[in-house]
């Protein structure tokens, strides 16, 4: 399987800017997918970005334009660089992962499914406000 951690949550104010980690610990030769996802308070937790095998990437409407997900495979890292913030986006943000037969590929709707994802990491929480 695979451990997550993920960090580099804090609070800011609107507009600001932050970067999550989240580093990934393998202790099999799987394939696993991962992908950010976030849950607010009193909602359901909901898919916000992901990376496929061959470097595509996938974003909720919620945060394309402003949100950026990428991997350094060296370090085993995957990022969320999140730019222009706003109070919606307070919430406590995850990596999570799937296994897969093949290759990556998480669409828009595999992405928004929350339950493809069954591994997690604790959490990292990010707070928008002024």
């Known amino acids: 399987q695979v451990q997550l951690v993920e960090s580099g949550g804090d609070s800011v104010q609107p507009g600001g800017s932050l970067r999550l980690s989240c580093t990934v610990r393998r202790t099999d030769d799987g394939t696993y997918c991962i992908a950010w996802l976030r849950q607010a308070p009193g909602k359901e937790r909901e898919g916000l970005a992901a990376i496929d095998s061959d470097g595509t990437t996938t974003y909720a409407d919620s945060v394309k334009g402003r949100f950026t997900i990428s991997q350094d495979n060296a370090k085993n890292t995957l990022y969320l660089q999140m730019n222009n913030l706003k109070p919606d986006d307070t919430a406590m943000y995850y990596c999570?992962?799937?296994?897969?037969?093949?290759?990556?590929?998480?669409?828009?709707?595999?992405?928004?499914?929350?339950?493809?994802?069954?591994?997690w990491g604790q959490g990292t929480q990010v707070t928008v406000s002024s």
């Open positions: 999570a992962a799937y296994q897969s037969g093949g290759l990556c590929y998480t669409p828009l709707d595999r992405l928004s499914y929350v339950r493809t994802f069954y591994i």
